[in-house]
């Protein structure tokens, strides 16, 4: 192998080099909105088995879940499901090679950060 002076340089970038992009907070946000959407479908899901355990247990549960903090925890998983489904219609988008260039990634970005806003008080204003 040839002798190669690679100097003193990092090995590969780290988070601390790079300023983060809104391309690349909407992909991470994306994938923590999925996430979070699962333990929002299993406190729905404890919802529905404490009714068909006993209606202590429900009682219990149901005052969990219509509490300050269950409300909280389900109107931010509203919006983490609006804003997971816009991002995923933006990722079906670029499937397609369409809107890849920067100013139009940056528009989608922008769309489904506000889509997503708007939709859920939306939702919230119409339940």
Known sequence: MADV??????????????RPQLTS?????????????????LMIVWWLLA?????????????????????????????ALWYHTLAGIRHLIWD????????TAYKLGYAVIGGSVVLTLLTVALI
Request: aromatic content about 14%; hydrophobic content about 50%; cysteine-free.
């Open 51 to 79: 009714a068909a355990t006993s209606e202590e247990y429900f009682n219990f549960a149901n005052a969990v879940l219509t509490s300050w903090f269950g409300d909280l925890v389900l109107f931010l998983s509203l919006w």
């Open 5 to 18: 002076n690679r100097g003193n340089r990092p090995l590969s970038p780290h988070l601390q080099i790079y």
């Open 25 to 41: 907070i909407t992909s991470i946000l994306t994938r923590i909105t999925g996430n979070a959407l699962i333990v929002a479908a």
């Open 96 to 103: 397609y090679a369409v809107g890849l260039d920067l100013e």
